[in-house]
C-alpha cells in the first residue's frame, strides 16, 4: 500500500498541515499501525520534489507552519492510482479501502474502482481456472487454493460495493 | 476481428410493479464466446437474461438475435426460436418430473419434431458424454442433485443450440458437484460452437467464463473482452 | 452459587402430553390463523374452499326444504278432495242445510292439467272448499289466479266457456298447492254423475288421501341421492384444495416442534376456517336461490316463496355435518401425507391402490339394492336401505375410479410430446386429476340412472296416442252429444263405445272389460287396423291367456237377472292392448248375434277423431264436452301419466344443470390446482420453447384420459343401477342409448371446454412470473 498516494489522495480535499495530514491518515487507515512523523515528513519530502504537492507558508517559522497542497500532477498521480486495479494477490484488503475511501473523500465513483478490481480478480481467476483444467490433480488443488483466496477477497469487493452508501456517509461525515 | 454480434440488447427497460427491474441494460453477446452475467440479488440478471431469451419482454429497448428483432417476433415464432437455437439451464425444477432423464433430454428434439427413436439416440450420447447414463431410466427425483443438473445440461445441448442460457446452473450443488457440472457445460458448449450466457453470483462459477459483465441497479456495467 | 438455576421446565412438556379441549382449540385457532393471514395465496385457496363449499352447501339446504314445500303443497290440497262419503251409498249421511254434492273433475289444457270441483248446494248454507270466501250460486265459477291468467290471454281461448263465463271470484292461497296451479269451483245445479260425495266439512274429515306411489317415491328418493352425491364428492374435492402449499407450510411448523398430530388439528383448523365461510356463503346463496326458487320448479309443482323453508332439524344437520366432514376429509387426506420437519412425503405414491378394498363398497351397495329385484312392494319397506345402497354404490365408484385410472394408465405407452407428458404425469400421480373427475363420473352415474328410469316409466305408461284421437268419459249414448259434438271445430268424427258387464262361465279370475262399437268407432282407436261388422277383437295383459274363439261368457249385470250367454265367434282377432290386469275386447254389433242390450241404461264413452291441423282441437272438444256436462271427463292418449312423465323431466332439467355447474367447478379447481402445483414447470417448458399447443393438449389428455375411463365407469354403473331401478318399478328393462350418448357427451364437452376455456388464464398467470423463484 503506498503512503505517499494516501497522503496526496488525502490532500485533493484541501491543504492539510504535516501534522493535521498524519492525524487524517491515522484516523482512517491506520488503526494497526500509525504513521511516524518521520515518516510523514519524508514522504512529503519526497511528493515535493517531484512536485506532487507544494508547500504553501503562513506568517511564522518551523515545519508546524507549513501547509502542503496538491499539485494537478499530484492529483492525476491519485486518479490514475485509483483507477488501476491492484494485482489480485492476498492480503489486498487494507490498499482496495484505502482506494475506496479515497474515492469516497475525492468525489471519484467508488464503484468504478470495485470493479476494475473484481475485473482484474476475475481475470486471475479465469487464468487459474484453464491451468486447473489442463494441469494435474497437483495443479487443481494448488489452483482451487488460489481461487478460493480470490473468491473471497471477491466477496469482500461485492460486499463493499453493496455498502457503499453507509461507507460514504461514514467517511465524509 | 470483431464479429457482428449474435445476441444484443439495447436500452431495456422493464418494470414489476412497483420494481424497475431492468433500468436501460445494454449487453452485446458474441458467437461462442461464453458470457457471465453477476451481480448481486435482485439486481435484474435473470431478468435480463430472461428477456434476452424471448422469454419476458422489455417494457422498451430491443433484443435482437442473429440480425432480427425479438419484438418483431410472434410468441410462436419466439418459442421455436428457443427450441431450436437456444438451451437452458436453471438452478432446479426445470426437469420434467414424471418423464426419465432419457425422455427429459429427449424432449426438445420431440419438440422439435424429430421421432421418439432418433430423440432418444440423441439423448443417450449425451448422457453417456456428462457421465449420467446410469440415470438414463430413472425418474429426476430418484437422481441426485449433481446427476439432475448434468441431465439439465444435457438437455440444453442436445437440439445444438447457438446460445445456452444458464441461470444459476450450480446454485444448489455443492462445489465439486457445480465444478464439474461447469466444466461438463463449458466444454460441451465450447465444442458445439455454442455461445453462453451464464447468471451466476459465485466468482468461481463465472471464471469459466471469457467475460464477465455486473448488473447493478437494472443496469449493466460491461468490462471489456480481455483476450 | 454463581449462576442462576434455569427455570424449572413445567413437567407437562417432559411426558407424553394430555391433549385437552384447550389444545383442541389453541391449535385450531392456529390453524384458522395461519388460513387467514397467508398472504394472496392463502386466500386464494381460501376463497376456492369455501366457493366449493359454498355451492355444495346451498345445494343441500335446498334439498332440505323439499320436506317443508311439499308438504305446505299436500297440506293446502289435502282439504280439496273433500274426504265426503259417496253420496249413492247407504251410508251417505242425510243432506243438511250445510251439505253440499262435489264431484271431482280433471280437466286438462294442452300439457297442463286443470283441477275442478263441481259442487252443488243441498241446503242454504253451504260449506265453502277451501280458499274461497263466498258461496257458490250454480254457474258461478271461482278460479286460482294462475288459470285466470289463462282464460284471459289469447293462448287460454279455447278454455273460454267451458264451465261458465260468470267468474265470481279467484281461489286463495289456502285451497291451493301453488301459485301456478290450475284450479276451479264451478257451482251447479245438480251434479249429473253417479261419483258425487256428499260433503259436510272441508278439512276436517280425514287426512286426505296420500297417494303413496312406491315407483314416485323411489324416484324422488334416489333422485335426491342421485343429485347429492356428486355434491358431496365435490365438497370433499373442494377441501383438498391447494394441499400441497399447505403441507409445506406445516412442515415449517413440525421444524419448530410441532408434532404429528398437532399438525392434523392445525390443517383441520384450516380447512375449518374454509368450511365456515362456505357455510356463510351457500346462506347467502341459498337465502339469494329462495327470492327465484319457485320460477325454477314446473308449473305443476310449483310453491310459494313463504313455502321454501328448510327443515330445522336437516338445515341444522348440514350446519354440523360439513364442517365436520370437512376436517375429516382434511384429516384422512393427510393419512397418505408424512408432513415431516424438513418437507413433505407422500405416501400414497409408494403403495400401489389395492382393488379389493374398494370393490367392498361397490358390493355393498348392490347387495342393499337386492330387495329391489322382488319388485314394488319391496321399495316402500326397504326405502332408507335403497337411498343408502345408491349412495354407497356411488361413493364405491368414485373410490374405484382411482384405482381403476391408475391400472389402465400403467400400461399405457408413449405417443406424441403431449400424450407422454399427460400419460407420464398420470403415472407419476394421478390424484389430483381424478380428483376433479370423480364428482363428474358420479354427476353422469346418477343423470343416466334417473334418465333410465323416467325413460322406462314413461314407456311402460305407454305412449301419447297422438292429438288426433279423445276419450269422452261419463257421456252418454244421447243424440245430443254426437251432434254437438260433430259441430264443434276440429272434430272429424265421433263414435259411441257402449260398456256391457261380462263375466266369464270358466270361471276365469280376470276380469274382463266388454266394448260394444260399430267398425268406424273402433277404428278411430287405430288399435286395429281392418274391421267387418261381426269381428271381435281380444287383448290381455303381457303372461295373461287370451281367451280363444269359442270361449263362453254372460253378458249383462247379475244383480239384474237378465244374464245372456255369448261365444266368442270365430271371428276373433288379437289386438295390441290390454292393461291394469283386464282381458279387453272390442266387440262389433254383429257379433252380438242378436243379444239386444239395452243400451240406454249401460254407460257410454265417446270415441272422438279429431283433425289434428286444427290449433287445440282436444281443448276445444273438452269445451265442448264440459259445457254438455261439466263431470264428464276428455282424455288424449294418456295425458296424466305423460304429464308427470314431462314433470319428472323437467326436474332432471334443473338437476342436470346443477350438475353442470359442479362438473365445471370441479374443473376449474384442477385448473387452479395445475396453476399451482406446476406454476414453474410449465413456465420452464414455455421457457425451452414448448408450444403451447403441446402443453394444452398435455393438459387436455391429463383431463381426458381419467375422464374417458370415468365415463366408462359412469355409464356401466348407472344403466346397471337403472336395470335394477328400472325391475324395482316393474318396468321392462331397456336402455336409451341415444340419452346415455348425449348425457355423458354433454359432461365430457362441459369438462374439456371449461378447461379449455382457462387454459389462457393459465398462461397468463404462468407468464407472469413462474421463472422468478429464487
Known amino acids: 500500500m503506498s503512503v505517499g498516494l494516501t497522503l496526496l489522495g488525502l490532500l485533493q480535499s484541501g491543504p492539510r498541515h504535516g501534522y493535521d495530514l498524519k492525524r487524517a491518515y491515522d484516523e482512517r487507515f491506520g488503526h494497526d499501525r500509525p504513521l511516524h512523523y518521520g515518516q510523514v515528513y519524508s514522504t512529503l519530502a519526497r511528493l515535493l520534489k517531484n512536485g506532487l504537492v507544494e508547500v504553501e507558508s503562513e506568517p511564522g517559522d518551523g515545519p508546524e507552519r507549513k501547509r502542503y497542497a496538491i499539485t494537478s500532477a499530484g492529483v492525476s498521480d491519485v486518479a490514475a492510482w485509483l483507477g488501476e486495479p491492484e494485482k489480485p494477490e492476498p492480503y489486498l484488503q487494507s490498499t482496495l479501502y484505502a482506494k475506496v475511501v479515497l474515492a469516497l473523500l475525492t468525489g471519484r465513483d467508488a464503484t468504478d474502482v470495485l470493479d476494475t478490481q473484481r475485473a482484474e480478480h476475475l481475470r486471475s481467476m479465469r487464468e487459474l481456472t484453464r491451468r486447473k483444467s489442463e494441469g494435474d490433480l497437483a495443479d487443481q488443488l494448488i489452483c482451487d487454493h488460489a481461487l478460493f483466496h480470490l473468491e473471497a477477497d471477491l466477496r469482500w469487493l461485492e460486499l463493499t460495493a453493496a455498502r457503499l452508501d453507509q461507507l460514504a456517509t461514514h467517511v465524509t461525515r | 476481428m470483431l464479429d457482428a454480434p449474435l445476441l444484443t440488447a439495447d436500452g431495456l427497460h422493464l418494470r414489476f410493479g412497483e420494481t424497475q427491474a431492468l433500468n436501460d441494460a445494454s449487453l452485446q453477446v458474441h458467437a461462442g464466446e461464453v458470457v457471465a452475467l453477476m451481480g448481486p440479488s435482485g439486481s435484474g440478471k435473470s431478468t435480463l437474461l430472461h428477456c434476452l431469451a424471448g422469454i419476458l419482454t422489455p417494457d422498451s429497448g430491443q433484443v435482437t438475435y442473429d440480425g432480427r428483432l425479438l419484438s418483431q417476433m410472434s410468441d410462436v415464432e419466439r418459442s421455436a426460436l428457443r427450441r431450436e437455437e437456444f438451451g437452458f439451464v436453471f438452478q432446479f425444477g426445470q426437469l420434467v418430473p414424471e418423464l426419465t432423464c432419457l425422455e427429459n433430454v429427449a424432449l426438445p428434439l420431440r419438440l422439435a419434431g424429430t421421432s421418439r427413436r432418433a430423440a432418444e439416440r440423441t439423448a443417450s450420447d449425451w448422457l453417456q458424454r456428462l457421465e449420467v447414463t446410469d440415470v438414463a431410466d430413472k425418474r429426476p427425483g430418484q437422481a441426485s442433485g449433481g446427476q439432475g443438473q448434468r441431465v439439465a445440461v444435457a438437455r440444453a445441448l442436445v437440439t445444438s443450440p447457438r446460445v445456452v442460457f444458464a441461470d444459476e446452473p450450480t446454485g444448489a450443488l455443492d462445489s465439486l458437484n457445480g465444478e464439474r457440472v461447469m466444466q461438463l457445460l463449458i466444454a460441451a458448449a465450447r465444442d458445439t460452437g455454442a455461445a453462453v450466457v451464464l447468471v451466476t453470483h459465485e466468482a468461481r462459477v463465472a471464471a469459466y467464463s471469457d467475460r464477465e459483465a455486473v448488473v447493478r441497479d437494472g443496469r449493466v456495467r460491461e468490462q471489456e473482452p480481455v483476450r | ?774
Open chain 3, 1 to 774: 452459587m454463581t449462576t442462576t438455576a434455569p427455570p424449572a421446565a413445567p413437567p407437562t412438556t417432559r411426558r407424553r402430553r394430555r391433549v385437552g379441549p384447550r389444545q383442541w382449540a389453541a391449535d385450531l385457532a392456529l390453524g384458522i390463523r395461519l388460513s387467514i393471514g397467508g398472504g394472496a395465496s392463502g386466500w386464494t385457496r381460501l376463497a376456492l374452499i369455501s366457493t366449493g363449499i359454498g355451492i355444495g352447501v346451498t345445494m343441500l339446504l335446498v334439498a332440505t326444504t323439499i320436506p317443508a314445500v311439499m308438504g305446505a303443497r299436500s297440506d293446502r290440497i289435502a282439504d280439496r278432495p273433500a274426504d265426503g262419503i259417496w253420496a249413492a251409498s247407504d251410508e251417505a249421511p242425510p243432506p243438511t242445510e250445510q251439505s253440499i254434492l262435489v264431484d271431482h273433475v280433471r280437466s286438462d289444457f294442452r300439457d297442463r292439467a286443470i283441477d275442478g270441483l263441481v259442487i252443488q248446494a243441498e241446503g242454504s248454507d253451504p260449506v265453502r272448499p277451501p280458499g274461497v270466501s263466498q258461496a257458490l250460486a250454480p254457474g258461478d265459477l271461482v278460479v286460482s289466479p294462475a288459470l285466470a291468467r289463462l282464460m284471459e290471454s289469447d293462448e287460454g281461448a279455447p278454455l273460454r266457456g267451458r264451465w261458465s263465463d260468470r267468474v265470481t271470484g279467484e281461489i286463495g292461497p289456502t285451497g291451493l298447492a301453488g301459485p301456478e296451479e290450475l284450479v276451479y269451483y264451478l257451482g251447479v245445479e245438480q251434479v249429473s254423475n253417479d261419483f258425487a260425495m256428499r260433503v259436510t266439512a272441508f278439512g276436517e274429515s280425514g287426512t286426505g288421501s296420500s297417494h303413496a306411489d312406491p315407483t314416485g317415491q323411489l324416484l324422488g328418493a334416489v333422485g335426491l341421492a342421485l343429485l347429492l352425491a356428486p355434491v358431496a364428492i365435490f365438497v370433499s374435492t373442494a377441501v383438498r384444495f391447494g394441499g400441497e402449499a399447505r403441507d409445506r407450510r406445516l412442515a415449517a411448523l413440525r421444524l419448530v416442534g410441532a408434532d404429528t398430530s398437532m399438525s392434523r388439528r392445525i390443517a383441520a383448523g384450516e380447512t375449518l376456517a374454509g368450511a365456515v365461510l362456505g357455510l356463510g356463503l351457500g346462506g347467502l346463496l341459498f337465502v339469494g336461490l329462495g327470492q327465484i326458487a319457485h320460477r325454477l320448479v314446473p308449473a305443476d309443482l310449483s310453491f310459494y316463496p313463504a313455502d321454501f323453508q328448510p327443515a330445522p332439524v336437516l338445515a341444522a344437520l348440514v350446519v354440523v355435518l360439513v364442517p365436520l366432514a370437512a376436517v375429516l376429509v382434511t384429516i384422512s387426506a393427510m393419512q397418505r401425507v408424512g408432513v415431516e420437519p424438513l418437507g413433505v412425503v407422500r405416501r400414497a405414491a409408494i403403495r400401489r391402490r389395492r382393488l379389493w378394498g374398494r370393490l367392498v363398497l361397490l358390493i355393498g351397495g348392490v347387495a342393499l339394492l337386492s330387495p329391489l329385484r322382488s319388485g314394488g312392494d319391496a321399495v316402500s319397506a326397504n326405502a332408507p336401505a335403497i337411498v343408502a345402497g345408491v349412495v354407497i354404490l356411488l361413493v364405491g365408484m368414485a373410490v374405484l375410479l382411482p384405482w381403476l385410472v391408475e391400472a389402465v394408465v400403467r400400461r399405457m405407452g408413449a405417443g406424441p410430446v403431449a400424450w407422454q407428458l399427460a400419460v407420464r404425469r398420470l403415472q407419476l400421480d394421478s390424484g389430483t386429476a381424478v380428483r376433479s373427475v370423480s364428482g363428474v363420473a358420479v354427476a353422469v352415474t346418477g343423470l343416466i340412472a334417473m334418465h333410465g328410469m323416467t325413460a322406462a316409466w314413461t314407456a311402460a305408461i305407454g305412449d301419447d296416442s297422438g292429438a288426433d284421437t279423445a276419450q269422452v268419459y261419463y257421456a252418454s249414448t244421447d243424440e245430443r252429444w254426437i251432434t254437438r259434438l260433430e259441430q264443434t271445430p276440429g272434430v272429424n268424427q265421433v263414435g259411441t263405445l257402449t260398456s256391457v258387464t261380462v263375466e266369464s262361465t270358466q270361471g276365469g279370475s280376470q276380469p274382463v272389460s266388454m266394448q260394444v262399437g260399430d267398425c268406424a268407432t273402433l277404428l278411430i282407436g287405430r288399435e286395429i287396423d281392418a274391421c267387418t261388422d261381426g269381428d271381435v277383437f281380444v287383448a290381455a295383459e303381457q303372461g295373461i291367456p287370451v281367451p280363444e274363439a269359442g270361449s263362453v261368457y254372460l253378458l249383462g249385470d247379475a244383480r239384474d237377472g237378465e244374464q245372456q250367454e255369448w261365444t266368442m265367434p270365430a271371428s276373433t282377432h288379437r289386438f295390441p292392448g290390454g292393461e291394469f290386469g283386464y282381458i279387453e275386447m272390442l266387440v262389433t254389433p254383429g257379433a252380438l248375434a242378436g243379444i239386444d242390450l239395452d243400451r240406454g241404461t249401460t254407460p257410454a264413452d265417446l270415441r272422438v277423431a279429431l283433425d289434428a291441423s286444427t290449433p287445440d282441437a282436444v281443448d276445444h272438444l273438452r269445451t265442448a264436452v264440459s259445457r254438455l256436462d261439466p263431470s264428464a271427463h276428455v282424455t288424449s292418449g294418456d295425458e296424466l301419466m305423460t304429464r308427470a312423465a314431462e314433470t319428472v323431466r323437467q326436474l332432471l332439467l334443473v338437476a342436470t344443470g346443477a350438475l353442470l355447474v359442479i362438473i365445471g367447478a370441479s374443473m376449474l379447481v384442477n385448473i387452479v390446482e395445475q396453476l399451482r402445483e406446476r406454476r414453474q414447470l410449465l413456465a420452464v417448458l414455455l421457457a425451452f420453447g414448448t408450444r403451447r399447443r403441446t402443453l394444452s393438449w398435455s393438459i387436455l389428455w391429463q383431463i381426458a384420459i381419467p375422464m374417458v375411463l370415468g365415463l366408462v365407469l359412469a355409464v356401466a354403473t348407472g344403466t346397471a343401477l337403472a336395470a335394477i331401478l328400472q325391475t324395482a318399478a316393474g318396468a321392462p328393462v331397456q336402455f336409451d342409448w341415444l340419452g346415455i350418448g348425449a348425457t355423458t357427451g354433454t359432461a365430457a364437452l362441459v369438462a374439456l371446454l371449461t378447461t379449455a376455456a382457462s387454459l389462457p388464464l393459465l398462461w397468463r398467470l404462468t407468464r407472469a412470473g413462474g421463472l422468478r423463484s429464487e
